[in-house]
């Protein structure tokens, strides 16, 4: 059978991702029959109403899902198209209540050609009660219309379909993970829709754990554990981790009644991590700082001959002191991305999936290359584009070691040795270099 | 900090990581406290196979939790001993470490832990 997805028309680059993952983690056969990045409409294979509904129930990116019952370029098109199409399932509505609606894409219909429109499938056998709330079934006319179509005068959508409800997204959760009404927050937290997306397209879900390395100030924590994965973090700004007093990571978690879900925070930098190598997490998902403001840091000496010694203060070794604060260095931004997917590999539980995000120029001179490892297998590849840069999701799948090719040797990049957090960062020397706009 | 994350962590010295006598890390004049949360045998049963049973037995006896069964259960015998669930839910979920710090048998280096986070980040000699 086949059914409609209605997306939102935003992120398009993420929403075929997200519903394929989301495929994934119920176990659903997907098939992709027609789908645009300029359309809201996507028309998929399922093999069931209820794989339908289970599909979008955690999505963000879609908004609803609907049965198919005809489609055409033509209103007279899509008549013949339902009488061919969906004539043996009238008789199951016949005397049910139902509503219609119209759902027009990049047009607009008034109230009274919307009731002219709904009046023209008078033909179908329906003897229910018309209800606006509280209805049996709903039964909704899509039109899709040219770009700008008043504009050049166009009369008539170019394609119409006409399809019946049958379960919605979960986009309304949007509003109650909203960064404006979140008590824990700072200026790199990830919005709540994008953290979500990334969370699904992660596959977290119950009884999974799952690691944010870069956890700030918890965004994807919380999108994880809302899906009701057990959520651990760490950094190495022990500021983020701790914040003010009684606002951090865990009053977040409590605040939208996530307790349970909450694993841990502590501070630590990836590079020498206090992890042991073990699968021990079903998912890693981060946004790495990539060093805009201050540079992307690691712990050591920026002299990597000094500081071997035990520093001692007032006859006290300083490192064991409270104020104590061990020295950071800058690192490569890339060198990072290579440790990130060197961890994933031993960290990640067979099928196991990693995403992070990573900035990248809108010029193909300041491309950054998608980082590749033998063991994980990129899954998807989305891109939020802004005005002077773009910022990708690059998700892999930890690739069982049964079907890593034993030649697939990585190509291993010699790690940067320079000291200026420019020299090392080419993302930074193009930001503060001033990215050329786009085609301008 | 849970006693689970303390079972999936080592020292973070790099030359520590490849002695056994780094891990576990051992708790030093630690403050417990417990939390009470509901219990969730997908997560339990799905945690089981990536615990170190016998550093998990070693941090039990060590905290003064009562002894843990010489080998890790199966699933199936996990499923089937309530006690022993429940037992499990509250070491490694309910309780956690609010003050003290973890100690590298190897190295001697101890990881302080303040208001329940432990700082990992090493001393400029250490890293
Ligand atoms: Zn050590």
Request: with cysteine; glycine share 6%.
């Amino acid at each position: 059978m086949e059914y409609m997805i209605r997306f939102t028309q935003s992120h398009e680059t993420f929403r075929l991702a997200e519903i394929e993952a989301l495929a994934v983690f119920e176990g659903i056969k997907l098939e992709v029959i027609s789908y645009s990045l300029d359309s809201p409409f996507c028309l998929v294979k399922l093999p069931s109403e209820e794989a339908a509904i289970r599909l979008v129930r955690r999505s963000i990116l879609a908004k609803s899902v609907y049965e198919v019952w005809g489609k055409a370029s033509t209103y007279e098109g899509l008549f013949d198209s339902i009488r061919a199409e969906s004539q043996h399932l009238w008789p199951l509505y016949e005397t049910c209540s139902f509503k219609f609606s119209v759902d027009t894409f990049q047009g607009s219909r008034t109230p009274a050609e919307q009731r002219n429109l709904i009046e023209r499938f008078g033909f179908l056998p329906f003897e229910g009660p018309i209800k606006m709330k509280g209805f049996d079934q709903e039964f909704c006319i899509l039109e899709e219309w040219v770009h700008d179509s008043a504009a050049f005068g166009i009369q008539d959508p170019q394609s119409v379909c006409l399809a019946r409800y049958l379960g919605s997204s979960a986009r309304d959760i949007i509003a109650k993970y909203d960064l404006k009404k979140r008590k824990y927050i700072s200026t790199t937290s990830m919005d709540a829709e994008l953290s979500l997306v990334t969370a699904n397209i992660t596959l977290a879900g119950p009884g999974k754990l799952f690691y944010d390395p870069f956890v700030g100030t918890g965004s994807f924590s919380v999108a994880c554990a809302h899906f009701g994965a057990l959520a651990f973090g760490s950094d190495i700004d022990g500021r983020n981790i701790r914040g003010k007093g009684k606002v951090n990571i865990l009053a977040n978690f409590d605040q939208y009644g996530l307790m349970p879900q909450f694993g841990d925070s502590f501070v630590a930098d990836l590079t020498n991590t206090p992890l042991r190598a073990a699968r021990l997490f079903d998912g890693i998902l981060c946004d790495p700082p990539y060093g805009v403001r201050e540079g992307l840091k690691v712990l050591g000496s920026r002299d990597p001959t000094k500081g071997r010694e035990v520093v001692y203060l007032n006859g006290k070794a300083h490192h064991t002191e409270e104020d104590y604060i061990p020295p950071k260095r800058p690192y490569s931004f890339l060198a990072m991305l290579d440790d990130i997917l060197d961890f994933a590999t031993f960290s990640l539980v067979d099928n196991g999936r990693l995403s992070f995000w990573m900035p990248t120029a809108n010029d193909e001179n300041q491309e950054i290359q998608v980082p590749q490892h033998p063991c994980l297998e990129i899954t998807s590849i989305c891109t939020q584009t802004f005005n002077r840069w773009s910022r990708r999701l690059i998700t892999y799948r930890r690739i069982p070691d049964s079907e890593v090719p034993a030649e697939a040797i990585r190509e291993q990049r010699a790690k940067e040795q320079g000291i200026s957090a420019d020299d090392l960062n080419p993302f930074r020397k193009g930001y503060f270099k001033g990215f050329k706009l786009n085609g301008k | 900090m849970k006693l689970l994350t303390l079972n999936f962590l080592t020292c973070a010295v790099k030359s520590c990581k490849s002695t056994s006598a780094s891990f576990p890390l051992h708790p030093k004049d630690c403050e417990l406290v417990s939390d009470t949360l509901k219990s969730d045998p997908k997560l339990l049963f799905n945690i089981l196979p990536r615990l170190d049973w016998s550093a998990l037995s070693t941090t039990a006896s060590e905290l003064g939790f009562p002894g843990l069964p010489p080998s890790a259960p199966t699933k199936e015998e996990l499923e089937a001993n309530e006690k022993l669930f429940h037992d499990l839910h509250t070491l490694l979920l309910e309780t956690h470490i609010s003050e003290g710090s973890l100690v590298c048998a190897n190295c001697g280096h101890s990881y302080k832990i303040k208001e329940g986070i432990a700082n990992f980040l090493l001393p400029n000699h250490l890293v």
